[in-house]
């Protein structure tokens, strides 16, 4: 609330803001080679600080960034998420939701944010810490991106914690599970 309080009296609109999405590069797919998650630490909705790569072993993991306060793409994003989530499949998967705004979102609102859509055990938010969000969304996108935004992309890493896909924008249901089949099925070297 503070940051949308600030730029309304700075007169900056929100769509102009620098939370608003950022649109990714058309395109996306496979990342040859797969490249080994960065070391950093994120913070669970149950306050446990956690390695993100701990975060992703052992299975199939598709991770998305987002914040709370986003009322555009994030909770669609949200939505997908917990519903993927909580589909049976035959492989494993799972789902983390990292908010990339550590000023205002903490484990509480993470939860609450997941609520809204549904929780399942398999989908899972938290927060990295502050120093770290632009190297994460910059490892995640391919590139350098402008700090405090992000796309609607989903990234694929395989059990062994590595990036082994981007999708393009907004990727369908179909889509994922696709990705889900393929990764899961050990066809990401």
Same mark, same amino acid.
């Given at each position: ?45 149950? *306050? ?133 089949? *393929? ?7």
């Amino acid at each position: 609330m503070r940051r949308r309080r600030f730029l309304a009296l700075a007169g900056v609109p929100a769509c102009l803001s620098p939370m608003a999405p950022l649109r990714a590069a058309p395109g996306g797919g496979s990342v040859a080679p797969a490249q080994p998650a960065p070391a950093l630490t994120l913070t669970d909705t149950s *306050r446990h600080r956690t390695r993100f790569t701990e975060l992703l072993q052992g299975q199939t993991t598709l991770v998305q960034l987002m914040f709370t306060g986003c009322g555009t793409v994030c909770p669609a994003q949200g939505l997908l998420f917990a519903t993927l989530a909580g589909r049976p499949r035959p492989q494993p998967a799972r789902w983390l939701s990292i908010s990339i705004d550590t000023l205002g979102d903490d484990p509480q609102r993470m939860r609450a944010w997941q609520a809204r859509f549904g929780l399942h055990p398999s989908w899972l938010a938290a927060v990295p810490d502050t120093a770290d969000v632009d190297r994460l969304s910059e490892f995640l996108r391919g590139g350098p991106v402008r700090p405090g935004t992000h796309g609607t992309q989903v990234f694929v890493f395989d059990a062994q914690a590595r990036l082994v896909h981007r999708t393009a924008d907004n990727p369908s249901a179909a889509e994922l599970e696709a990705l889900i089949r *393929r990764y899961a099925g050990g066809d990401s070297a």
